[in-house]
């Protein structure tokens, strides 16, 4: 009996903090779908609407920054894969002078992310021209410890036979490892590419201080001027504006959650 | 004999020009800035015709003299010794409950994550209204239940943790993950063995769950300390912009000194200082991670 009571007693905690964790964003929901006026009033006849996300919509460019973002989730995406996959298959693979040490290197930058060193590095793009780029914001962030760990450790994993029975074959370096690793590594790069992918679509502070143009400026960055510029306060459109921002992202997790969170750990138990 | 020596030389080789590109990177955003950083700190800011002029510890002088730095770095201490132990119980428990048999567990596990997947930018605009004064929720709950409403943000008592809450908010269900894996690790024979001993629910937890669970516990705190120090999004969002960081620097938080020193106040030679000793509370996690808690862990 006392066991029944005490099942019931945690279930019901649960619940309540499972609804604590979702109100924020059912809050959002609904001041989103219903006018200004049901904002903070709940009434479970106020009249739905879709006026909100049109108006936020229409207040500030944000197709420009929804493309700013795609484009830049896609482009440091890209460019991880190919930078990332190159340094660890020659770390995994090649036993060469100094690679432990660079290894040890690499990974200081899971401590030191370039967020830390806004200042060097706003001074590095501004030497180079490409401060108000896209390239500029993506650019610290294309060689990735994370992802050049997350590799090696997968391509260490994959039996040296294969790599040596493709190279009877006289298939080259390259073609090894475009026919032999790549296949194998398939889950951990869908794994890697989520976390990238929404790591990026969220990332806040460095493009902030990169961008000051509507042609460069990405989701988040665009969120933030019109919720504190463009924008009066009116919650109703500045929520519908927040989940618009967030709906891609949302609606993929939705989606895929098994994936999802399957790939957050893979990405994460190193 | 020649020739196996040139191929090994060729192994060296083609492993560097492998690396090349990703160490070329790092090294320009990670390494050399870091080693400048320090450097610039012992420099004075240099202002329109007069160039930077070695100062030693100048600027550290100034950062010791300068009470919003102090404001700032207790902030963050205080910020992380509350939030990371708040997370991690809270996704400790979370994952407990999803991991058992309890009703509804897909329902709660996603309530658990979603904050994880929102930009903290989209978050924090959410959370704003949350805790308006006079209509958030915060106050219409309050009210129902005869408590006065408090302007969460905007007094210098409550707005660090109403920050704070936000950050455990988001961050609990990302934690969850790592436990949830923990625990589908752990042998059932174990739970069945302790059964059959009559060991109850408390019990069980304490001898066999969370000892299994310490490896992740550790690598989960690791990585939320480092978060901690790093937190700006919010303070930003939501303690007004670039001249904010809250009522009387209630929210002032280093990175976001940082940042405020660097691009309002243009005093680069200041935030080159703030950064390095951001630098190294970060260094001294990691150092803390290496010598005191297994390496094997973590990285093999």
């Given at each position: 009996m006392s066991e029944r009571l005490s099942t019931i007693a945690i279930t019901g905690a649960a619940w309540l903090l499972g609804l604590i964790w979702g109100l924020p964003l059912l809050y959002a929901v609904w001041a989103a779908v219903h006018p200004s006026a049901f904002s903070t009033n709940f009434d479970l006849f106020a009249p739905l609407t879709w006026h909100n996300f049109a108006r936020a919509w229409d207040a500030a460019p944000f197709a420009r920054y929804f493309l700013n973002t795609v484009l830049l989730v896609l482009g440091i995406m890209a460019?991880?894969?190919?930078?990332?996959?190159?340094?660890?298959?020659?770390?995994?693979?090649?036993?060469?002078?100094?690679?432990?040490?660079?290894?040890?290197?690499?990974?200081?930058?899971?401590?030191?992310?370039p967020d830390v060193l806004i200042v060097e590095n706003y001074r590095t793009l501004y030497a180079v021209g490409l401060i108000d780029t896209l390239t500029g914001?993506?650019?610290p962030y294309v060689a990735s410890a994370f992802g050049i760990f997350l590799l090696r450790q997968?391509?260490?994993?994959?039996?040296r036979e294969l790599d040596d029975a493709a190279r009877m074959e006289g298939a080259s370096t390259l073609q090894t490892l475009l026919r032999v690793y790549l296949p194998l590594a398939r889950p951990v790069y869908v794994a890697y590419g989520l976390v990238s992918v929404s790591y990026h679509w969220n990332n806040f502070l460095w493009p902030l201080i990169v961008t000051n143009s509507v042609e460069t400026r990405p989701l988040t960055v665009g969120l933030q001027v019109f919720a504190s510029v463009d924008q009066g306060i009116d919650w109703?459109?500045?929520?519908?504006?927040?989940?618009?921002?967030?709906?891609?992202?949302?609606?993929?997790?939705?989606?895929?959650?098994?994936?999802f969170i399957q790939s957050f750990l893979r990405a994460g138990i190193r | 004999m020649g020739s196996t020596r040139k191929a090994r030389l060729n192994i060296h080789v083609q492993g560097w020009l492998l690396a090349l590109p990703a160490v070329a990177l790092l090294a320009t955003f990670t390494h050399i800035p870091a080693v400048t950083t320090v450097?610039?700190?012992?420099?004075?800011?240099?202002?329109?015709?007069?160039?930077?002029?070695?100062?030693?510890?100048?600027?550290?002088?100034?950062?010791?003299?300068?009470?919003?730095?102090?404001?700032?770095?207790?902030?963050?201490?205080?910020?992380?010794?509350?939030?990371?132990?708040?997370?991690?119980?809270?996704?400790?428990?979370?994952?407990?409950?999803?991991?058992?048999?309890?009703?509804?567990?897909a329902t709660l596990r996603l309530a658990f994550f979603t904050p994880t997947i929102l930009p903290m930018v989209a978050a924090a605009n959410i959370w704003l209204f949350f805790y308006t004064p006079g209509y958030g929720l915060l106050d219409q709950i309050g009210r129902l239940f005869g408590f006065a409403s408090p302007n969460w943000l905007g007094d210098p008592a409550t707005a660090l943790p109403a920050l704070m809450a936000v950050t455990v908010w988001k961050e609990a269900g990302f934690f969850m993950i790592f436990f949830l894996a923990a625990l589908q690790q752990v042998p059932p024979d174990l739970y069945e063995a302790a059964r059959m001993e009559n060991a109850g629910r408390w019990q069980i937890f304490r001898r066999i769950t969370w000892p299994l669970l310490m490896p992740t516990t550790l690598f989960v705190a690791v990585n939320a300390l480092i978060n901690a120090f790093r937190i700006v999004d919010q303070v930003i969002a939501m303690t007004g912009g670039m001249n904010g960081g809250g009522p009387d620097n209630a929210t002032m938080l280093l990175l976001f000194y940082i940042y405020q020193v660097a691009f309002s106040f243009w005093d680069t030679g200041y935030a080159a200082a703030l950064s390095t000793v951001l630098l190294a509370v970060l260094g001294t996690v990691a150092l803390a991670q290496f010598f005191l808690l297994d390496r094997r862990i973590h990285y093999r």
């Open positions: 460019a991880q894969f190919v930078i990332c996959t190159l340094a660890a298959f020659g770390l995994a693979r090649w036993k060469f002078a100094g690679g432990e040490v660079l290894f040890a290197l690499i990974l200081v930058q899971l401590m030191v992310t914001v993506g650019l997968t391509f260490k994993s994959i039996p109703s459109v500045i929520c519908a504006a927040a989940l618009m921002t967030s709906a891609p992202l949302m609606i993929a997790f939705l989606i895929f959650q098994r994936g | 450097l610039d700190s012992l420099f004075s800011t240099p202002h329109g015709r007069q160039p930077a002029a070695f100062i030693g510890f100048g600027q550290y002088r100034t950062m010791l003299a300068d009470p919003i730095f102090w404001r700032a770095f207790d902030n963050n201490l205080l910020y992380a010794l509350v939030t990371v132990p708040v997370a991690i119980a809270l996704a400790l428990v979370m994952a407990l409950w999803v991991n058992g048999h309890i009703k509804g567990r």
